[in-house]
């Protein structure tokens, strides 16, 4: 059985400078009682690995907003202009890696992967500094794996093994953030009496720490 | 000739609509490119496959039908179609590099003719980020660009991008309001031209050395 705790306890296990993996697409399946907390309780100079910075007054784009995050390791970040008018004022730092390069890079660190090697990126600026290898005549780029202190998903229906199950088009990143960082922690919409099916499980609870409802 | 916005964006989501094909897995970009969904003939089955983890995008939803679980990859509260699927995003990327998405249409700032695109950002002053985009036009099979002919009166089509790319040597077909222009070994071939436009009006308005056959279509309407 999985410990289940309060937002607020949730919040206060995050010490300020961590590196935090925040599931999410846009304003769909993020973890929003836990970015509460963390803004509450002052918790500052985050890494931040996600999606997007959604909007201003939305999820992770609040942390934004309430400059908490030094760094974003992202895919994009257009619309939330405040991620934008931190990142041309020099107030935060912004890594942008493409949308299919940061789910393999947070996969590979999750899967005890040592990198990855990806076309994306062949002759851009994302290539700058990295390492490439051709296989059977096409052009690599050596990506490093991604990993976190916390990763903070969202669940729709949770169990107290810590399964979890996601509705529609909340999966996106939750699935593979739930398996990279050292603590895991779900916020579960939904605590269900019992047990989910087997067979109806979008993440196993092998990867959760603790359960938030 | 001076066409509205609505004009020129009906006249090209119209025109990359007859590009698809019955049993295709098209993903579009958000803005322009998705307007294409809404030429698609009723009775020919695409399926269109959103980047945050959809295939089976139908129609935007309406009133009771909105589910806030059930978006694009725009944000955008959608229904889905018959044969629909959910899945996250290292599947979506997967099916996105590993070429199984046959089509993809997107957006460009500028295209040039070896057929590089720039569509990410503009240093210093517009960096939204790449977003599914590089993985999107390095993946799918074919990859058309649908864009304006010029942005105000700057000329988009190129001989060398100056923009930071989104990838290099992807791009198969180009679609503006006053051409179509195919990406080949040999060069940017002028397959077709809008009547309501000069052959002047359009070289005059592309920098990229252009192939022009003897023959050239109409526009497809």
């Not at chain 2, 070429?99 to 249409?105: A, F, I, K, L, N």
Request: overall charge negative; some cysteine.
């Amino acid at each position: 059985m999985k410990k289940i705790i309060s937002a607020a306890d949730a919040g206060k296990m995050i010490p300020n400078g961590s590196t935090v993996m925040i599931g999410g697409f846009l304003h769909c399946g993020s973890p929003n009682k836990i970015i509460d907390e963390m803004i509450t309780q002052n918790i500052h100079d985050l890494t931040l690995i996600a999606n997007d910075t959604c909007v201003p007054d939305c999820d992770r784009g609040k942390l934004i907003v309430n400059k908490r995050v030094k760094k974003a390791i992202v895919s994009h970040i257009g619309t939330n202009p405040e991620t934008g008018r931190q990142f041309v004022n020099g107030e935060i730092e912004v890594e942008f890696v493409p949308m299919g390069t940061l789910v393999e890079r947070i996969r590979a660190g999750g899967a005890g992967l040592g990198g990855i090697l990806t076309p994306t990126g062949i002759g851009t600026v994302v290539e700058q500094g990295k390492q490439t290898i051709e296989i059977d005549g096409k052009k690599y780029l050596l990506e490093k794996p991604l990993k976190a202190d916390f990763a903070i998903v969202y669940g729709t229906k949770v169990d107290k093994y810590g399964n979890v199950y996601l509705e529609n088009s909340t999966k996106n990143f939750n699935t593979v953030m739930a398996t990279a960082a050292k603590t895991v922690i779900v916020e579960a919409e939904e605590l269900v009496e019992d047990c989910l099916d087997a067979n109806h499980i979008t993440i196993p609870g092998i990867y959760i720490d603790y359960i938030v409802a | 000739m001076e066409l509205s916005k609505e004009q020129i964006r009906e006249i090209i989501a119209r025109r990359v609509a007859k590009e698809l094909h019955e049993g295709d897995y098209v993903t579009l970009g958000i803005g322009l490119p998705t307007e294409t969904a809404n030429y698609i003939p009723k009775e020919m089955h695409v399926m269109i496959q959103s980047e945050n983890g959809l295939i089976g995008v139908g129609a935007k939803a309406k009133g009771d039908n909105i589910c806030r679980t059930s978006i694009n990859a725009g944000g955008i509260p959608v229904t889905t179609k018959k044969g629909a699927v959910f899945f996250d995003t290292a599947t979506s990327f997967s099916m996105i590099r590993g070429g199984h998405v046959d089509v993809t249409v997107l957006g460009a700032l500028q295209v040039d003719q070896e057929g590089n695109i720039a569509n990410w950002m503009v240093p210093g002053a517009f960096v939204p980020g790449m977003g599914g985009a590089m993985d999107l036009v390095v993946g799918a099979k074919k990859v058309i660009v649908a864009m304006e002919h010029m942005a105000k009166d700057q000329i988009k089509i190129l001989k060398k991008c100056t923009l930071p790319l989104t990838a290099a040597h992807e791009v198969d077909l180009i679609v503006t309001e006053r051409c179509i222009l195919r990406v080949t070994d040999e060069g940017l071939v002028l397959e077709e031209i809008n009547p309501l436009f000069s052959l002047e009006d359009i070289t005059s308005t592309i920098e990229a050395d252009l192939i022009i056959p003897d023959s050239m279509q109409n526009i497809a309407a």
